[in-house]
């Protein structure tokens, strides 16, 4: 059963945070969450906005001698690039950064993901496999870990569904998401990044901008890229020739659960109609 979060905030509050908190820096927002909020961790998948936050907040930590103030949770879907879990652990190195890792369940390779739950998924069944790969596994991290919140890496300047970012949301769960780069443009970003000599992923120089699982990341049209701010392609090479512009992980996480498990039955029972003894 899934743990819902206590509230910590009031809607009315959480509104009047967010008037408070528009037009702060990144820094601003994050030394309010430290402040303000309690549970706090950042989950990333190490791409340059949350690379500048966890930048961001181990310079914070060091201003309040500590050495870093807010975990980290890295989900590996076991089919990011190596350049990808290769960052995580240098970054976590890199800021002592204490990092939590979580793998899809009953799985800790391709060859046994696959062996569980059938080749190629996020082809056959994509919310499925989102659903396995970083909903199941996130929601198990903030049950075992005691996570109220977290901060992310999304911003306004990324386009499609995170054009109406605030500054702090609430989900479904109850869980608390700080979003302090919001009103950064990937310029600004990849400046911040340059400027303090923050460690990144090697294929951004290979001209990837927005970097997932190998099998749905490629490097993006250059035409898709160039637009006035520069940023409305930043994720065109991420599900490629697909609807598609979100992992699932801030998606409403009872439905992509409720659906899981509905098909995940269906298949059972089809197995078991035809003889084949499974477990659910």
Known sequence: MTTLASPQFSPEEIDQINRDLAGKTPQEI??????????????????????AALDMISKISLERNEIHMVPLIFLDTLYHFKETTDLAQLASDTYLAPLHTYTPQNASSPSSFEAEYGPRLWETDEDSYDYLVKVEPAQRAYEELGVKAVVTGRRK????????????????RGLIKVNPLIEWSFGQVKEYIDKENVPYNPLLDQGY??????????????SATSSSNGDAGERAGRWQGKKKSECGLHKDYFQMKRAFEEKRREAVEVAQDNGVDVQV
């Open 157 to 172: 300047s990324q386009g499609e569904e995170r054009a109406g970012l605030k500054v702090v949301e609430v989900d479904e």
């Open 30 to 51: 994050l030394n309010w969450a430290l402040d303000n909020v309690k549970g706090l961790y950042q989950t990333t998948a190490f791409g340059l906005t949350g690379l």
């Open 209 to 222: 901008r927005s970097i997932g699982d190998w099998h749905s990341t490629a490097k993006p049209d250059p």
